[in-house]
């Protein structure tokens, strides 16, 4: 790394930062589910109280297309740096709330009310945090590394996914399933309230981008809504681009513990031990592909791995299926996470590139919050209806082979938008 490129270290570790506390809190959700699900929505029915868990973890997403209309429009006119700080204190108080509720035998349906509404709140900052980090990262790269350095969004909140999964193989060595179950997952919950005062001091003496204060006029909310609004072609064509990166990254990250223990009937350990790899790999293989898409172009790369998901997702799924084992997921799981990251790498530095720049932020986040609230979020509770629906453990393969299908045409479509590598 050159001199200009170490230079840009501690901005990248500044605004990385917060991704990861958001990723994390959401992990953290998606693998105590059934555990969670116990605590706040007890039921006769398993299948129906799991549903309600995975449901309110969906629901938080639902807030993230409105978190991306007023706070992207708040950042595209205050400041990259402003709006950084002000999602992580909104996501902030949605953790600590989720964290310190007492479980339905103790206040009753006060439980379940409080713990979607910290659901949402934590929606409504993610909303943006992702557009915020990755714009800011398109706009401090240095020339011809733009996919490398916005791949480091994706990548720090792969560490969150390794950092959760190991915590909670820990955890699981630790502590009796009955304990874990009992009160041992909101371990993990206070483990994310005690990171909070570090990064907020990170993120303090962030610096705002160049490129954001050169620009002579900063448009306010009504006029950004306007122009994110005569921009809805971009905007909808960017939601069926995010929907293969969203759902196959909540497939292969949050809704692997669940999957593994309720449809494959594997131990927990080992479902968590796969995630800790899948996140490991993730966070290797981003940044190479990023900086491949510098090379090469991004929209081969999302051709190329839309297409081999497509092929492969459902063949995948049920050799998986056909004969469970944890060596058998593994395989499947770094499979899905080199088809995931090889897309993302591409995908989301072309997503900052193809929105006009006086709406970067506010475009980027809608379009990817839209995905995420309509396919991502609610991809563990889609997977679990179709196995049950289906009666078929494979399901999850298809509904995998949908998004690259919405992934495909997405690209197909973008002909001619967009940079496609590096600066020119």
């Not at 990385?16 to 006769?44: C, K």
């Not at 309110?56 to 639902?62: C, D, E, K, W």
């Not at 999602?87 to 989720?98: D, E, F, K, P």
Request: hydrophobic residues 50%.
């Amino acid at each position: 790394m050159g001199q200009s490129g170490r230079s840009k270290l501690l901005p990248v570790i500044q605004v990385a930062s917060g991704n990861f506390l958001e990723m994390y809190d959401f992990m953290v959700f998606g693998y105590y589910a059934s555990a969670i699900a116990r605590t706040f929505f007890p039921a006769q029915n398993e299948f129906a109280s799991l549903m309600l868990s995975l449901t309110t973890f969906g629901a938080g997403f639902l807030m993230r297309p409105l978190g991306a209309i007023f706070l992207g429009a708040y950042i595209d006119h205050k400041g990259r740096r402003a709006g950084l700080l002000v999602t992580l204190g909104l996501m902030s108080v949605g953790t600590l709330s989720i964290a310190c509720v007492p479980g339905y035998e103790s206040i009753g349906l006060f439980a379940p009310v409080l713990v979607v509404i910290g659901r949402l709140l934590q929606g409504f900052s993610a909303g943006v945090e992702l557009g915020g980090v990755s714009v800011y990262l398109s706009e401090i790269a240095t020339p011809g590394h733009k996919g490398f350095y916005v791949s480091w969004q994706s990548a720090s909140q792969q560490l969150a996914v390794v950092f959760t999964a190991s915590l909670g193989v820990l955890l699981s060595t630790w502590l009796p399933p009955e304990q874990m179950t009992g009160w041992g997952w909101r371990i993990p919950l206070l483990v994310g309230c005690m990171i909070i005062p570090l990064i907020f001091l990170l993120r303090r003496s962030l610096q705002e981008t160049e490129d954001f204060k050169s620009r002579p006029h900063h448009p306010g909310p009504s006029e950004i809504m306007r122009s994110v609004a005569a921009n809805w072609r971009i905007v909808l064509t960017g939601v069926l681009m995010v929907t293969m990166t969203t759902v196959s990254f909540y497939m292969i990250t949050a809704y692997t513990p669940t999957f593994g223990s309720a449809a494959l009937h594997l131990a927990p350990i080992d479902n968590l031990t796969v995630t800790f790899f899948v996140g490991l790999s993730n966070f290797c293989l981003l940044p190479v592909m990023g900086a491949l898409s510098d090379r090469v172009g991004r929209r081969p790369l999302l051709i190329c791995f839309t297409v081999l998901a497509l092929i492969t997702a459902f063949p995948a799924m049920s050799w998986l299926a056909s004969a469970p084992s944890f060596t058998r997921l593994l395989t499947v799981e770094l499979w899905l996470s080199f088809l995931y990251a090889s897309y993302n790498g591409a995908m989301v530095v072309f997503l900052t590139e193809i929105m006009p720049s006086e709406v970067r932020t506010s475009g980027f986040s809608l379009a990817y919050s839209l995905a995420t609230a309509i396919f991502g979020g609610f991809t563990p509770a889609i997977c679990t209806y179709l196995i049950h629906a289906f009666d078929s453990k494979a399901m999850p393969g298809v509904w995998l082979s949908f998004a690259a299908l919405c992934g495909l045409s997405a690209a197909l479509i973008t002909r001619g938008h967009g940079q496609g590598r590096g600066p020119r």
